[in-house]
């Protein structure tokens, strides 16, 4: 199967493909989810795709929505086996520079461990 991950030159696909250590705390067939290594929260985890390199949210198609679904649900599934869920967590995806983008691969943001209030209206 052609990969796409394997060629992406970004952190995250030589975190993918294990060129560089993280501290994974997540995997399933598609998405992979590590440790951010200059946390805004107590917990700070990042879930990526490992197959599909998608560099911004931008970027995606109707055909990623399955995709875009399953980093959500790995979230979710991660917040409630780790606890987050019972007291609240946030889930954040930034969009290119102005939106906070630092790696362009697709990925999505766990914050939880502290409250976060509702800076963004929610």
Same mark, same amino acid.
């Given at each position: +199967?052609?990969?796409? =991950?394997?060629?992406?030159?970004?952190?995250?696909?030589?975190?993918? @493909? @294990? *060129?560089?250590?993280?501290?994974? %705390?997540? *995997?399933? !067939?598609?998405? $992979?989810?590590?440790?951010?290594?200059?946390?805004?929260?107590?917990?700070?985890? $990042?879930?990526?795709?490992?197959?599909?390199?998608?560099?911004?949210? !931008?970027?995606?198609?109707?055909?990623?929505? %399955?995709? #875009?679904?399953? $980093? %959500? $649900? =790995? =979230?979710? *599934?991660?917040?409630?086996? *780790?606890?987050? =869920?019972?007291?609240?967590?946030?889930?954040? +995806?930034?969009?290119?520079?102005?939106?906070?983008?630092? %790696?362009?691969?697709?990925? #999505?943001? #766990?914050?939880?461990?502290?409250? #976060?209030?509702?800076?963004?209206?929610?």
């Amino acid at each position: +199967m052609n990969d796409p =991950a394997s060629n992406n030159p970004t952190i995250f696909g030589k975190i993918i @493909r @294990r *060129e560089i250590p993280a501290q994974i %705390v997540y *995997e399933d !067939d598609d998405v $992979l989810a590590f440790k951010d290594i200059a946390p805004q929260a107590p917990v700070h985890v $990042l879930f990526i795709p490992k197959h599909v390199h998608i560099a911004t949210l !931008d970027d995606a198609r109707a055909g990623d929505a %399955v995709l #875009l679904g399953k $980093l %959500v $649900l =790995a =979230a979710a *599934e991660y917040a409630r086996r *780790e606890g987050f =869920a019972q007291n609240g967590y946030r889930v954040v +995806m930034n969009c290119r520079d102005d939106g906070g983008q630092t %790696v362009y691969h697709i990925h #999505l943001h #766990l914050l939880a461990g502290k409250p #976060l209030g509702h800076g963004f209206g929610g």
